[in-house]
């Protein structure tokens, strides 16, 4: 069973910066896209962020250009850098892939934004 396990999550200030990263278990990682999901107090989970297997990315309209997703084929490993971060961001972060990839949802990571 294929498991997605995230970590980097944190405290930081308005304006602030954190690095996610997700690790996954499937040696298939490679051949679909992946992307990060949060969920922020009372509201659905959204899509932040994917990417194809091949590279192509797109974010959730909420971004405003703010975060970069990036993959590492090499280590089975999705990234999510997050700049400027706004209190509004704050919520709990997880990773998972699309299609064939698609597993349960793991525990996540929580970001908490506050000054």
């Known amino acids: 069973q294929v498991r997605f396990v995230e970590s980097g999550g944190g405290l930081v200030q308005p304006g602030g910066s954190l690095r996610l990263s997700c690790v996954s278990s499937?040696?298939?990682?490679?051949?679909?896209?992946v992307g990060w999901w949060r969920q922020v107090a009372g509201k659905a989970r959204e899509l932040a962020a994917r990417?194809?297997?091949?590279?192509?990315?797109d974010y959730g309209a909420f971004v405003k250009g703010r975060f970069a997703i990036s993959r590492d084929n090499t280590k089975n490993t999705i990234y999510l850098q997050m700049n400027n971060l706004e209190l509004g961001d704050t919520g709990v972060y997880y990773c998972?892939?699309?299609?064939?990839?698609?597993?349960?949802w793991g525990e996540g990571t929580q970001v908490t934004v506050s000054s």
């Open positions: 990417i194809s297997n091949r590279g192509t990315i």
């Open positions: 499937d040696n298939q990682f490679s051949t679909y896209g």
């Open positions: 998972n892939g699309f299609g064939k990839g698609t597993a349960s």
